[in-house]
Protein backbone atom coordinates (compact mmCIF):
# COMPACT_ATOMS: atom_id res chain seq x y z
CA UNK A 1 0.00 0.00 0.00
CA UNK A 2 1.32 3.50 -0.84
CA UNK A 3 2.18 5.92 2.22
CA UNK A 4 0.98 9.25 2.44
CA UNK A 5 3.10 12.20 1.92
CA UNK A 6 4.23 13.90 5.02
CA UNK A 7 5.01 17.32 3.88
CA UNK A 8 3.32 19.12 1.20
CA UNK A 9 5.12 22.21 -0.20
CA UNK A 10 3.49 25.01 -2.17
CA UNK A 11 6.42 27.23 -4.22
CA UNK A 12 6.09 30.70 -6.01
CA UNK A 13 8.22 29.86 -9.09
CA UNK A 14 10.08 26.94 -10.33
CA UNK A 15 13.64 27.75 -9.35
CA UNK A 16 12.33 28.32 -5.55
CA UNK A 17 10.46 25.06 -5.84
CA UNK A 18 13.62 23.00 -6.79
CA UNK A 19 15.53 24.81 -4.40
CA UNK A 20 12.91 23.73 -1.81
CA UNK A 21 13.24 20.24 -2.59
CA UNK A 22 16.87 20.88 -2.54
CA UNK A 23 17.21 21.17 0.80
CA UNK A 24 14.06 18.46 1.75
CA UNK A 25 16.35 15.59 -0.67
CA UNK A 26 19.74 16.80 1.38
CA UNK A 27 17.46 15.97 4.66
CA UNK A 28 16.63 12.66 3.72
CA UNK A 29 13.09 13.14 2.17
CA UNK A 30 12.48 11.69 -1.23
CA UNK A 31 11.46 14.66 -2.54
CA UNK A 32 8.97 14.90 -6.31
CA UNK A 33 8.64 18.23 -7.34
CA UNK A 34 5.22 18.70 -9.99
CA UNK A 35 4.72 21.81 -12.28
CA UNK A 36 1.40 22.82 -11.51
CA UNK A 37 -1.32 21.46 -9.49
CA UNK A 38 -0.99 17.60 -10.98
CA UNK A 39 -4.62 15.83 -11.79
CA UNK A 40 -7.27 15.20 -9.10
CA UNK A 41 -6.48 11.41 -8.89
CA UNK A 42 -2.68 11.18 -9.49
CA UNK A 43 -1.03 10.21 -6.78
CA UNK A 44 2.62 10.23 -6.42
CA UNK A 45 4.95 7.96 -3.44
CA UNK A 46 7.20 10.85 -1.64
CA UNK A 47 8.12 11.94 1.28
CA UNK A 48 7.50 14.81 0.84
CA UNK A 49 6.04 16.94 -2.47
CA UNK A 50 6.63 20.31 -3.53
CA UNK A 51 4.02 21.70 -6.27
CA UNK A 52 6.20 24.50 -8.45
CA UNK A 53 3.67 27.40 -9.24
CA UNK A 54 4.51 30.73 -11.28
CA UNK A 55 2.48 32.77 -9.30
CA UNK A 56 5.24 35.08 -7.57
CA UNK A 57 4.32 38.21 -10.10
CA UNK A 58 1.05 37.35 -11.61
CA UNK A 59 -2.03 39.09 -9.95
CA UNK A 60 -2.20 38.30 -5.84
CA UNK A 61 -6.06 37.19 -6.44
CA UNK A 62 -4.72 34.34 -9.18
CA UNK A 63 -1.77 33.81 -7.01
CA UNK A 64 -3.90 32.84 -3.82
CA UNK A 65 -6.27 30.85 -6.27
CA UNK A 66 -3.49 28.76 -7.70
CA UNK A 67 -2.38 28.19 -4.13
CA UNK A 68 -5.25 27.01 -2.71
CA UNK A 69 -5.66 24.50 -5.43
CA UNK A 70 -2.35 23.45 -4.61
CA UNK A 71 -3.59 23.11 -0.73
CA UNK A 72 -6.56 20.78 -1.62
CA UNK A 73 -4.37 18.58 -3.81
CA UNK A 74 -1.64 18.13 -1.33
CA UNK A 75 -4.04 17.53 1.32
CA UNK A 76 -5.81 14.49 -0.75
CA UNK A 77 -1.84 13.52 -0.97
CA UNK A 78 -2.05 13.10 3.13
CA UNK A 79 0.13 15.43 3.71
CA UNK A 80 0.32 16.71 7.32
CA UNK A 81 2.51 20.21 7.73
CA UNK A 82 2.57 22.82 4.94
CA UNK A 83 5.12 25.67 3.37
CA UNK A 84 4.40 28.40 1.56
CA UNK A 85 7.90 28.70 -0.40
CA UNK A 86 9.04 32.36 -1.59
CA UNK A 87 12.37 33.73 -2.58
CA UNK A 88 15.18 34.11 -0.05
CA UNK A 89 14.66 38.04 -1.10
CA UNK A 90 11.45 38.20 -0.30
CA UNK A 91 10.69 39.26 -4.25
CA UNK A 92 7.60 40.92 -3.74
CA UNK A 93 5.31 44.09 -4.19
CA UNK A 94 3.36 46.24 -1.84
CA UNK A 95 0.30 44.38 -3.30
CA UNK A 96 1.40 41.04 -2.82
CA UNK A 97 1.83 38.04 -3.31
CA UNK A 98 3.57 36.58 0.34
CA UNK A 99 0.97 38.26 2.58
CA UNK A 100 -2.34 37.56 0.69
CA UNK A 101 -0.95 33.85 -0.16
CA UNK A 102 0.01 33.27 3.45
CA UNK A 103 -3.38 34.84 4.65
CA UNK A 104 -6.06 32.58 2.38
CA UNK A 105 -3.68 29.41 3.61
CA UNK A 106 -3.89 30.12 7.03
CA UNK A 107 -7.61 30.32 6.73
CA UNK A 108 -8.12 27.18 4.77
CA UNK A 109 -6.17 25.95 6.91
CA UNK A 110 -7.85 26.95 10.44
CA UNK A 111 -5.04 28.23 11.76
CA UNK A 112 -4.06 31.53 13.84
CA UNK A 113 -0.41 31.65 13.52
CA UNK A 114 2.41 31.29 11.10
CA UNK A 115 6.00 32.67 10.74
CA UNK A 116 7.96 34.23 8.02
CA UNK A 117 11.25 33.30 7.29
CA UNK A 118 13.69 34.10 3.85
CA UNK A 119 16.83 33.71 5.43
CA UNK A 120 19.04 31.39 3.74
CA UNK A 121 22.54 31.82 5.37
CA UNK A 122 24.05 29.04 3.04
CA UNK A 123 23.60 31.63 0.27
CA UNK A 124 24.04 34.85 2.07
CA UNK A 125 20.82 35.77 2.92
CA UNK A 126 20.84 36.38 6.86
CA UNK A 127 17.42 38.25 9.03
CA UNK A 128 18.35 40.85 11.89
CA UNK A 129 15.94 42.56 13.71
CA UNK A 130 13.81 42.11 11.01
CA UNK A 131 16.13 43.37 8.11
CA UNK A 132 16.94 41.19 5.15
CA UNK A 133 20.93 41.25 4.40
CA UNK A 134 22.12 39.59 0.99
CA UNK A 135 26.00 39.02 2.22
CA UNK A 136 27.15 42.26 4.14
CA UNK A 137 24.82 44.50 2.79
CA UNK A 138 20.87 45.59 3.18
CA UNK A 139 18.65 43.55 0.71
CA UNK A 140 17.76 47.05 0.14
CA UNK A 141 21.56 47.51 -1.50
CA UNK A 142 21.91 44.54 -3.34
CA UNK A 143 21.18 44.96 -6.61
CA UNK A 144 17.72 43.62 -5.62
CA UNK A 145 16.45 47.11 -5.80
CA UNK A 146 16.88 47.55 -9.36
CA UNK A 147 14.87 43.92 -9.90
CA UNK A 148 12.69 44.76 -13.03
CA UNK A 149 9.52 43.37 -11.68
CA UNK A 150 9.94 43.18 -8.24
CA UNK A 151 12.16 45.75 -7.03
CA UNK A 152 13.17 45.16 -3.05
CA UNK A 153 13.90 49.14 -1.68
CA UNK A 154 12.88 48.48 1.91
CA UNK A 155 15.36 45.92 3.92
CA UNK A 156 12.56 45.54 6.62
CA UNK A 157 10.30 42.73 6.32
CA UNK A 158 8.32 43.36 9.01
CA UNK A 159 7.23 46.41 7.23
CA UNK A 160 7.28 45.07 3.59
CA UNK A 161 5.06 42.09 4.71
CA UNK A 162 2.30 44.64 6.96
CA UNK A 163 1.94 46.74 3.48
CA UNK A 164 0.45 43.57 2.16
CA UNK A 165 -1.64 41.73 4.71
CA UNK A 166 -4.66 42.76 7.02
CA UNK A 167 -2.93 40.49 9.37
CA UNK A 168 -0.88 41.96 12.12
CA UNK A 169 2.55 41.34 11.73
CA UNK A 170 5.30 40.73 14.37
CA UNK A 171 8.70 39.66 15.06
CA UNK A 172 10.76 36.83 16.77
CA UNK A 173 13.94 38.58 17.33
CA UNK A 174 17.00 36.73 17.14
CA UNK A 175 17.12 36.88 21.46
CA UNK A 176 14.60 34.51 21.45
CA UNK A 177 16.09 32.05 18.70
CA UNK A 178 19.27 32.19 20.93
CA UNK A 179 17.88 30.78 23.29
CA UNK A 180 16.19 27.77 21.52
CA UNK A 181 13.07 26.17 20.31
CA UNK A 182 11.49 26.57 24.08
CA UNK A 183 12.11 30.04 23.49
CA UNK A 184 10.88 30.34 20.32
CA UNK A 185 7.49 28.76 21.66
CA UNK A 186 7.13 30.95 24.33
CA UNK A 187 7.30 33.83 22.11
CA UNK A 188 4.94 32.76 19.35
CA UNK A 189 2.88 32.71 22.54
CA UNK A 190 3.56 36.06 23.22
CA UNK A 191 2.82 37.02 19.72
CA UNK A 192 -0.80 35.43 19.21
CA UNK A 193 -2.21 36.89 22.50
CA UNK A 194 -1.22 40.42 21.05
CA UNK A 195 -3.12 39.28 18.01
CA UNK A 196 -0.43 38.79 15.41
CA UNK A 197 -0.96 36.13 12.87
CA UNK A 198 2.25 36.76 10.80
CA UNK A 199 5.62 37.23 12.15
CA UNK A 200 9.06 37.58 10.50
CA UNK A 201 11.64 35.38 12.39
CA UNK A 202 15.21 36.19 12.41
CA UNK A 203 18.31 33.90 11.72
CA UNK A 204 21.48 34.43 10.94
CA UNK A 205 22.87 30.54 10.82
CA UNK A 206 21.50 27.17 9.83
CA UNK A 207 21.24 26.52 13.56
CA UNK A 208 19.16 29.14 13.66
CA UNK A 209 16.44 27.59 10.81
CA UNK A 210 16.98 24.49 12.81
CA UNK A 211 15.59 25.88 15.97
CA UNK A 212 13.04 27.44 14.35
CA UNK A 213 11.95 24.21 12.39
CA UNK A 214 11.84 22.31 16.04
CA UNK A 215 9.57 25.09 17.19
CA UNK A 216 7.50 25.11 14.31
CA UNK A 217 6.64 21.24 14.50
CA UNK A 218 3.32 22.01 15.11
CA UNK A 219 2.13 24.69 13.33
CA UNK A 220 -0.11 23.81 10.23
CA UNK A 221 1.76 26.30 7.71
CA UNK A 222 5.03 27.59 7.83
CA UNK A 223 5.98 30.26 5.19
CA UNK A 224 9.73 31.30 4.37
CA UNK A 225 12.42 30.80 1.81
CA UNK A 226 14.27 27.19 1.00
CA UNK A 227 16.49 27.42 4.11
CA UNK A 228 13.27 26.72 6.90
CA UNK A 229 13.21 23.55 5.27
CA UNK A 230 16.16 22.52 6.76
CA UNK A 231 14.64 21.57 10.17
CA UNK A 232 11.69 19.65 8.45
CA UNK A 233 12.66 16.60 8.20
CA UNK A 234 13.80 15.65 12.07
CA UNK A 235 10.54 16.73 13.47
CA UNK A 236 8.68 13.87 11.13
CA UNK A 237 11.68 11.43 11.98
CA UNK A 238 11.85 12.61 15.89
CA UNK A 239 8.10 10.66 15.93
CA UNK A 240 9.16 7.78 13.89
CA UNK A 241 7.36 8.78 10.32
CA UNK A 242 10.31 8.90 8.14
CA UNK A 243 13.39 7.03 8.13
CA UNK A 244 16.48 8.07 6.70
CA UNK A 245 16.66 8.28 2.56
CA UNK A 246 20.73 7.31 2.43
CA UNK A 247 19.98 7.36 -1.37
CA UNK A 248 17.52 9.88 -1.73
CA UNK A 249 19.32 11.99 -4.17
CA UNK A 250 20.43 9.37 -6.81
CA UNK A 251 19.74 9.74 -10.01
CA UNK A 252 20.88 7.53 -13.13
CA UNK A 253 22.60 8.98 -16.03
CA UNK A 254 20.95 10.47 -19.28
CA UNK A 255 22.85 10.38 -22.75
CA UNK A 256 22.37 13.50 -25.32
CA UNK A 257 22.99 16.82 -25.65
CA UNK A 258 22.92 19.57 -23.96
CA UNK A 259 22.03 23.54 -23.61
CA UNK A 260 22.54 26.05 -20.96
CA UNK A 261 19.48 28.93 -21.37
CA UNK A 262 19.95 31.88 -19.44
CA UNK A 263 16.90 34.56 -18.95
CA UNK A 264 17.94 35.96 -15.87
CA UNK A 265 19.29 39.81 -15.72
CA UNK A 266 20.98 39.20 -12.02
CA UNK A 267 24.01 39.97 -10.60
CA UNK A 268 25.09 36.37 -10.43
CA UNK A 269 24.02 35.21 -13.91
CA UNK A 270 25.47 38.31 -15.04
CA UNK A 271 29.24 36.95 -13.87
CA UNK A 272 28.20 33.33 -15.02
CA UNK A 273 27.13 34.41 -18.06
CA UNK A 274 30.57 36.38 -18.38
CA UNK A 275 32.29 33.38 -17.47
CA UNK A 276 31.03 31.25 -19.58
CA UNK A 277 31.02 33.61 -22.65
CA UNK A 278 35.37 34.55 -22.44
CA UNK A 279 35.66 30.89 -23.30
CA UNK A 280 32.56 28.40 -24.68
CA UNK A 281 30.43 29.59 -27.47
CA UNK A 282 27.53 31.33 -27.05
CA UNK A 283 24.65 33.66 -28.31
CA UNK A 284 22.78 36.33 -27.57
CA UNK A 285 18.66 36.86 -27.75
CA UNK A 286 17.91 40.25 -28.49
CA UNK A 287 14.33 41.15 -27.42
CA UNK A 288 14.16 44.37 -30.03
CA UNK A 289 14.90 42.34 -32.74
CA UNK A 290 12.24 39.65 -31.47
CA UNK A 291 10.23 42.68 -31.61
CA UNK A 292 10.69 43.08 -35.25
CA UNK A 293 10.01 39.87 -36.24
CA UNK A 294 13.51 39.05 -37.16
CA UNK A 295 14.28 35.21 -36.90
CA UNK A 296 16.12 35.06 -33.96
CA UNK A 297 15.27 31.74 -32.73
CA UNK A 298 15.68 29.85 -35.86
CA UNK A 299 19.25 31.46 -35.61
CA UNK A 300 19.95 30.40 -31.91
CA UNK A 301 18.43 26.52 -32.59
CA UNK A 302 21.31 26.18 -35.59
CA UNK A 303 24.06 27.92 -33.71
CA UNK A 304 23.03 25.78 -30.71
CA UNK A 305 21.93 22.33 -32.12
CA UNK A 306 25.28 20.19 -32.99
CA UNK A 307 27.61 22.14 -29.47
CA UNK A 308 26.91 22.44 -26.02
CA UNK A 309 26.22 26.69 -25.93
CA UNK A 310 25.09 29.13 -23.55
CA UNK A 311 21.98 31.03 -25.39
CA UNK A 312 21.11 34.24 -23.20
CA UNK A 313 19.22 37.22 -22.67
CA UNK A 314 21.15 38.27 -19.87
CA UNK A 315 22.24 42.12 -19.84
CA UNK A 316 22.85 44.68 -17.50
CA UNK A 317 19.98 46.65 -15.26
CA UNK A 318 20.18 49.44 -17.28
CA UNK A 319 19.62 47.85 -20.76
CA UNK A 320 16.66 46.24 -19.53
CA UNK A 321 15.14 49.31 -18.44
CA UNK A 322 16.06 50.63 -21.95
CA UNK A 323 14.48 47.56 -23.68
CA UNK A 324 11.74 47.39 -21.13
CA UNK A 325 10.99 51.72 -21.83
CA UNK A 326 10.61 50.48 -25.69
CA UNK A 327 8.73 47.67 -25.50
CA UNK A 328 7.37 47.67 -21.44
CA UNK A 329 7.92 45.75 -19.17
CA UNK A 330 5.28 42.58 -19.92
CA UNK A 331 6.02 42.91 -23.39
CA UNK A 332 9.78 42.63 -22.76
CA UNK A 333 9.62 39.95 -20.43
CA UNK A 334 6.99 37.80 -22.35
CA UNK A 335 9.35 38.13 -25.59
CA UNK A 336 12.39 36.63 -24.14
CA UNK A 337 10.61 33.96 -22.21
CA UNK A 338 8.51 32.58 -25.29
CA UNK A 339 11.92 32.45 -27.28
CA UNK A 340 13.82 30.78 -24.61
CA UNK A 341 10.82 28.34 -24.34
CA UNK A 342 10.71 28.21 -28.42
CA UNK A 343 14.09 27.73 -28.43
CA UNK A 344 14.35 24.69 -25.93
CA UNK A 345 11.58 22.68 -27.48
CA UNK A 346 13.06 23.24 -30.89
CA UNK A 347 16.23 21.67 -29.48
CA UNK A 348 14.73 18.90 -27.62
CA UNK A 349 13.73 17.79 -31.18
CA UNK A 350 17.93 17.96 -31.75
CA UNK A 351 18.61 15.48 -29.13
CA UNK A 352 19.49 17.76 -26.64
CA UNK A 353 17.91 15.97 -23.26
CA UNK A 354 20.44 18.30 -20.62
CA UNK A 355 19.25 21.80 -19.74
CA UNK A 356 20.46 24.46 -17.47
CA UNK A 357 18.24 27.10 -16.98
CA UNK A 358 19.34 30.31 -15.53
CA UNK A 359 15.86 32.14 -13.96
CA UNK A 360 12.87 31.72 -12.43
CA UNK A 361 10.42 32.76 -14.78
CA UNK A 362 12.86 31.40 -17.89
CA UNK A 363 12.80 28.21 -15.98
CA UNK A 364 8.90 28.30 -15.68
CA UNK A 365 8.62 28.99 -19.01
CA UNK A 366 11.23 26.12 -20.54
CA UNK A 367 9.67 23.34 -18.25
CA UNK A 368 6.21 24.12 -19.26
CA UNK A 369 7.52 24.07 -23.45
CA UNK A 370 9.16 20.59 -22.29
CA UNK A 371 5.82 19.09 -21.39
CA UNK A 372 7.66 18.62 -18.44
CA UNK A 373 4.82 17.65 -15.60
CA UNK A 374 7.33 16.53 -12.55
CA UNK A 375 10.44 15.94 -11.48
CA UNK A 376 12.94 13.93 -9.35
CA UNK A 377 15.44 15.91 -6.86
CA UNK A 378 18.77 14.55 -7.14
CA UNK A 379 22.16 15.98 -5.79
CA UNK A 380 22.99 19.27 -5.01
CA UNK A 381 25.13 20.97 -7.63
CA UNK A 382 25.62 24.33 -5.61
CA UNK A 383 23.42 25.97 -2.51
CA UNK A 384 20.16 26.10 -3.41
CA UNK A 385 20.25 24.33 -7.24
CA UNK A 386 19.98 20.60 -7.27
CA UNK A 387 20.50 18.18 -10.56
CA UNK A 388 16.80 17.44 -11.46
CA UNK A 389 15.17 14.26 -13.62
CA UNK A 390 11.95 14.97 -15.40
CA UNK A 391 9.74 12.09 -14.85
CA UNK A 392 7.22 11.18 -17.79
CA UNK A 393 8.03 14.38 -20.29
CA UNK A 394 4.98 14.64 -22.44
CA UNK A 395 3.11 16.95 -23.86
CA UNK A 396 0.68 16.83 -27.00
CA UNK A 397 3.08 15.23 -29.81
CA UNK A 398 5.90 13.72 -27.52
CA UNK A 399 6.42 10.56 -25.00
CA UNK A 400 9.61 11.50 -24.13
CA UNK A 401 12.31 9.82 -22.18
CA UNK A 402 13.66 11.49 -19.02
CA UNK A 403 15.37 14.55 -19.39
CA UNK A 404 17.70 16.18 -17.03
CA UNK A 405 17.32 19.50 -15.55
CA UNK A 406 19.16 22.51 -13.61
CA UNK A 407 16.82 25.25 -13.20
CA UNK A 408 18.66 28.10 -11.10
CA UNK A 409 17.38 31.09 -9.62
CA UNK A 410 19.22 34.02 -11.14
CA UNK A 411 20.36 34.73 -7.86
CA UNK A 412 21.62 31.41 -7.21
CA UNK A 413 25.21 29.73 -8.15
CA UNK A 414 29.09 30.00 -8.26
CA UNK A 415 30.57 32.14 -10.85
CA UNK A 416 31.19 29.23 -13.31
CA UNK A 417 27.82 27.24 -12.39
CA UNK A 418 26.78 26.64 -16.07
CA UNK A 419 30.10 24.23 -16.00
CA UNK A 420 29.71 22.68 -12.86
CA UNK A 421 25.81 21.72 -13.81
CA UNK A 422 26.58 20.32 -17.29
CA UNK A 423 28.85 18.26 -14.92
CA UNK A 424 26.70 16.68 -13.12
CA UNK A 425 23.59 16.65 -15.57
CA UNK A 426 26.66 14.42 -17.41
CA UNK A 427 27.44 11.98 -14.11
CA UNK A 428 24.64 12.58 -11.85
CA UNK A 429 26.25 9.43 -9.52
CA UNK A 430 29.90 10.74 -9.70
CA UNK A 431 28.56 13.98 -7.21
Known amino acids: MMADALLGCIADDFTGATDLANMLVRGGMRTVQTIGVPEVDARIEADAIVVAL ?12 QSLDALQWLRAQGCRQFVFKYCSTFDSTDEGNIGPVADALLDALGSDFTIACSAFPETGRTIFRGNLFVG ?3 LSESGMEHHPLTPMTDPNLVRVLQRQTQSKVGLIRYDAIAKGADAVRARIGE ?25 CRDLPLITGGSGIALGLPQNF ?15 PGIEGKAVVLAGSASKATNAQV ?10 RIDPLALARGEPVVDEAVEFARNQTALIYATTSPDEVKAVQKELGVERAGQLVEDALASIARRLRDHGVTKFVVAGGETSGAVVQALGVRSLRIGPQIDPGVPATQSIGADDDTHTQAPL ?28
Open 54 to 65: KSRTIPAADAVR
Open 191 to 215: LKRDGVRLAIADAISDADLHTLGEA
Open 237 to 251: RATGLLAHAEHAADL
Open 274 to 283: AQWRASKPSL
Open 136 to 138: DVL
Open 404 to 431: ALALKSGNFGATDFFEKALNALNAPKAL
